[in-house]
């Protein structure tokens, strides 16, 4: 195969990257988040894992186990808060901790493991914190992005293989038997150490697509083609003009469609990566089409401002007009604000939550973006036999009633053309994490939502299984765990 990218631009990005380098102070503020925890169960999410492997049975509270699921609910998400005595200072900033929750035969387990990545292992051996994290500074030497790759963010299972992901570095392979962390993934030898984003997309033929966020010489993307059998078909590194990390995209039938918030990376400013993302709202929301087969631009588009992590889905209509959906916030405050007070035992959530949002992109150019349902919604989830297919559910955490504290407090389905369309709301000591469709029929969301949740009163982490269709009903089944996990990020299910 001839050289994917030319090998200096492949050189250049993965040069020193002074900008994420900074000199502050590594001291975090363990004992304060300590006190806090004392005056407010809800921070339990945020504390650091209870050990680095656990494992135990869940015990059934409620309900029954479908007979027809059965598999692996894979979930991965910073839970290592605290090292050396040093807490850090931002909630995506520790080391990941990979989940398995098996499910079979009417019962349940779990498995957790920290990754013992090489960004870790260097820390081991240092005997304390040494590199810089997502908004916690380090003092290096980072000679590339997989130097303070965290893999804490999101799972793939592709190809043969399990991978832990995370935004700016390489996916991770992981032992499904004993969830060791192994190999950093090179999908061609010469975009071995580039990022491979968290949110790759596969379509039903096991088609692989994904985004890589490269910081060096300029903030670029790069775009990953890769076919069922794990092997790179095309790669392409483009120069978007000013751009910011690049958390997710939709898929659709002939085109990947990146939606480019004014949060934007100035390398020059010396700081952590978060603290170097300046908020431009002057830009708009830049919409870039690829086509699929050439990875190059071909449609450009602009919004007005706005900042999201997520997508549910895309899909594109005869005449070229692409819709798809996001959630999506005024302004990036929660993870600039919040999810950094939620480390240091703050815990108000008091900046505009993202909500469901629908944009549609015209073949003549012009654009348009409008609420699809009213309170917050984060954590989309679609029935992934409808990727790049125009779709009809949604499955996500949305907001509460106004005053409780908790802005993720219920499970609901929405219809990108009608609403929210059904919802069921936890109790007050319960928080929801990100619930995964798992398809069963042939019917869009004909299946079931699984998915975990921290209990305040038992001081642990259940999970639940919903019937898709009836999610107001209520869990179909409900366990709990003797022990509570860092609360996470994303996760998959593998079936059996
Ligand atoms: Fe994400």
Known sequence: MTAILPRRAALRALAGLPALMSAGALAGTREDFAQALERDPRLLGFATARAESLAAPLAPLRGRLPSGLAGILW???????????????????????????????????????????????????????????FGTPGSGPLLGPDDMN???????????????????????????????????????????????????????????????????????????????????????????????????????????????????????????????????????TRVLTVDKNTLEPVRRHELPPGFHFHHGNGWEEPDGTIRLDLCQSPDPRFVTEDFRGVMDGRLRFGSPHPRYRLAVLRPDGTAAIEDGASGAAEFPRIDPRYTGRRHRAVFALAGGDAGEGWPLRRIARLDPEGGETDAWAYPRHQVPEEHVFVPRGDAEADGWLIGPFLDLRRRATGLNVFEAARVSDGPLWEGVLPYPVPLGLHGIFAPA
């Open 75 to 133: 979930r991965n998400g910073p839970a290592e808060h605290e090292r050396f005595g040093h807490r850090y200072r931002h909630w995506f900033d520790g080391d990941g901790m990979v989940q398995a929750f098996a499910v079979a035969d009417g019962g349940a387990s779990h498995r957790a493991r920290i990754l013992d990545t090489p960004k870790r292992r260097r820390e081991t051996r240092a005997g304390k914190r040494v590199m810089p994290a």
């Open 150 to 284: 965290a893999a804490n963010t999101s799972m793939l299972a592709h190809s043969g293989r399990l991978m832990a992901l995370w935004e700016g570095g390489s996916a991770l392979e992981v032992d499904p038997a004993t969830l060791a962390a192994g190999k950093f993934v090179a999908w061609h030898p010469d975009l071995a150490g580039l990022p491979f984003s968290a949110h790759p997309k596969v379509e039903p033929d096991g088609t692989l697509w994904n985004i890589g966020f490269v910081t060096r010489p300029r903030p670029s993307l790069l775009f990953y083609r890769i076919d069922p059998n794990g092997r790179l078909l095309k790669a392409n590194l483009v120069d978007a003009g000013p751009l910011g990390m690049v958390h997710d995209f939709v898929v659709t039938a002939r085109h990947l469609v990146f939606l480019l918030p004014p949060f934007v990376l100035e390398p020059e400013r010396y700081g952590t990566f978060l603290d170097s993302h300046i908020w431009r709202p002057q830009l708009g």
